[in-house]
């Protein structure tokens, strides 16, 4: 997992695993939020391809939000959550997606695709 996480960011970027499943990637020096929104794409395609453990299989889908600074957050706390908020609505809408944080998805005024 870690492994293609970091064949799809740059090597100044960074890739942190914050728990169980949930991790936490930092690209510097974006340029604009559909740049982030095609790094998040190819993530979410690298992971879909199958794992193959002890001869085993294994097929996982990923659901991840995308916030940016400073449009969507002033600090990292900020950021984190609405990154967190974003990914909410790519699992609600049925997993294996990818959703860009937008205003009001926190009050529920922005609706699920």
Do not use: W
């Amino acid at each position: 997992m870690a492994k293609r996480l970091r064949d799809c960011v740059r090597r100044s970027d960074s890739v942190a695993r914050i728990g169980g499943d949930e991790f936490i990637i930092l690209l510097t020096t974006i340029e604009t939020t559909e740049n982030a929104m095609e790094v998040a794409e190819k993530i979410r395609q690298s992971l879909n391809e199958s794992f193959v453990l002890a001869g085993h299989a294994l097929h996982i889908s990923s659901s991840i939000g995308v916030a940016a600074y400073p449009d969507h957050a002033r600090n990292a706390r900020e950021l984190i959550h609405c990154a967190d908020i974003a990914m909410y609505y790519a699992k609600a809408e049925g997993r294996d997606a990818v959703r860009l944080y937008r205003p009001g998805m926190e009050s529920g005024d922005e609706r699920p695709e």
